[in-house]
């Protein structure tokens, strides 16, 4: 039997599942467990599921804590009396217990998953049994063209006023691999519009995000996003200020704990935050080499296969170039020292060749996608671009566009307070450095 | 940098890991997330490891809320400043994500995850992981001894005065089955030792020590089972109030949201709720039919098998007896009516015949294992310990250890308040009963 209880505002967040805590004894007396889920009935009518917590003496009997999600979502008033009802688990519950028992799950399924998701109605078990189960048994093609449309259903997608739209995305695990900074601002100089949206540190000491952001602020609305890239054609910005794909988020919660990467879910959040930029054409960089995520040819192109085919099934025209992902790249690694490298490189100094020779490479495939460039001379032109001072000068209208300093210097770059110099204790030349050692 | 915060007690229990709570723009100061693992240390050098949550107003900046298990175990005083030292994961982490990836775990790291378990350092997140890739993935029978082993550590056992101790074990899913009742008065009237702990409903309209406790109390401590057992012979104890297998308990938290019962961690948990008892001989009742737990004879035989080899592995004498679970047994399904039944079998009332039976043929093993009755002539025993009177007079026994009225008769049960008739429409005779329909 359940009954009406007092609300007791308790100001505690929960990031996930709205909570209510009940006094032990009032759960016993209801036949209510800790993880049960009920029904909040407000005399108006408004009602909202939550999971039961229990505790002893914060909550006395007769009364129910609801947690900060839970009142503003009911919007309840304290000491106000609310009804209890028995809850049913949400259907997609049974779906995810239809992939643990190996099933393929059909598209409608999965949505459901992320939309109960998204109104926060699976509690941490449950979600972390389906991220676990999906780890173990994979993910048809299938499964992952419907996740990767439910995650990008889950959140606002952008409006760029442009046909094709391009992006790139690197799959990560180089040190100072920071050609996002140089990609954008070729791409952009040739006419073609780019929304970027980067990362802060995942898997290296520098994100993208964290490198721009020495230089120009990168948090950007939707709104902000969308009128910097009509203006100047793209943009470098921290994907994590603006809500696109955020079931993603969600996700990554319950994934990091054990870093479980299924690869089917990865696919899916690479291609939901392009889709939801409203890329068409999108260049994939896969690093290989010991260091890197991923560690032979014949994975990296299986990669690139999947991306292709699943693209395909999305209408997006993905495109992977295998690089060697074996070393570091560039000279520097963190986010100061990149920004001064990139600075640099843009403003023609001849450093770090091999960083500047990979970004073109990569932009070439997009100005060849695109007809900018004919084909097998994209790498060239994009080359031409930062020599001939024109990225340099989109870059500046980027920066100024996000709100920085367009006429920025590389010495203007502050640097960290603290040094190390590591002398060698014999003499030769350095043959391989290990990407690792500068990773997580 | 983590650094000084000031305590300030909240007064809510987490039914597992420890927890604190840091207001939002300390946990980004100190680059943490919300599941991210802390170690709080006092001035006086005690310390403990918790797991971060995060809040924007309940817990202001410069201050740490403190769960109620983190600032008993911690000991900690309100206001009193604490120190904040990064913490690493649990070893146990890494074990669990190789069970995820396919390896088969030693018994030392199984040993290392329960004791993690125990020591609340696992999330509900991590062991959702370990639970759902044991479901998926099953469990080597090395594995399961030493799932066992390390589940009857993480309690107490019993200490009964006996070189042979007996048990028995139902696997469910049979409605009215309340063959314990008469099992564990035959098996002492026999003059041998069983110390029986039941659970509540789980799958059935009455647990079996929701049916005793109608008649006599059943959450007794560890010390007064044993006071019991050892001057009566046998006890019907509610398994929840006595802690044995204690790491159980919380295994079933995260195994019931969904409700995973991967056979490996099913078959951990009855064998080591026996090995805590200390019993050396145990007979496990497998039903088999269409409503039941187990649906072949195939099946049910392998479960057998698994039972037998298992305990063999841990110096447990395991048989079983396969039997009819196509229907309910008996006249009566709930606590009152089924008590009120065993109280007219074993005064010698002709009810129940089928019940009876089975219960007799169970008891007879175990009279047979003893060497109390001749190999063939176990049932016969039994029944003639029931209709000779003398289970009866153990049962009164058992009953006034147990703290109730030992003169208790059938007609002294009350009965709940509403009942409903179900009158056929047709004429005839009942040929067959759902299980399900009794179950949840």
Known sequence: MLRKMKVKRVDLETEGVKVVVLNKKDAADMDLDALDRIILERENG?????????????????????????????????KE????????????????????NGQTLTAKQINAIITDLM????????????????????????EVVALTEAIVGSGPTLSIAASRIYDK??????????????????????GLKIPKTSSRAITSPAGTADCMEVIAPVAM??????????????????????????????????RNPLRLD???????????????????DIIIDIPIGKGAKVNTKKEAESLAREFNLI??????NVHSLITDGDHPIGMAIGPSVEAREILRILAGEQ??????????QLAGVLLEISGKAKDGKGTKLAHSLINGGKANKKFREIIEAQGGNPKIKDTDVTMGKYTHTVKSEEKGKIEHINNRKFLQ
Chains 1, 2 share one sequence.
């Open 221 to 254: 609305k939707k709104d902000e996003i969308e009128r910097v890239v009509n203006r100047v054609n793209g943009c470098i910005v921290w994907g994590g200020a603006v809500n696109l794909a955020s079931a993603d988020d969600k996700l990554i919660k319950v």
């Open 169 to 190: 995305h690197c799959i990560g695990g180089v040190a100072g691999n920071k050609t996002t900074m140089l990609i954008v601002p070729i791409i952009a100089a040739a």
């Open 46 to 78: 408004t009602s909202a599921t939550a999971i039961v917590n229990l505790t002893e003496r914060f909550i006395k009997k007769g009364e129910i804590g609801l947690f900060k999600e839970t009142y503003s979502t009911l919007g309840a008033k304290d």
């Open 311 to 316: 693209g395909s099934n999305m209408k997006l």
């Open 81 to 100: 009396k609310i009804e209890l009802v028995p809850s049913k688990k949400p259907e997609s519950i049974r779906y995810i217990k239809d992939k643990l």
């Open 262 to 280: 299924p690869q089917g879910m990865l696919l899916a959040s690479i291609l939901a935050k392009k889709k939801a930029v409203g890329a068409t």
């Open 351 to 360: 450093v770090s060749p091999e960083l500047k020779e990979k970004a073109c």
């Open 119 to 142: 109104e926060e109605e699976l509690t941490d078990v449950e979600l972390t049994a389906w991220v676990t189960a999906t780890y173990i048994r994979g993910m048809h093609r299938q």
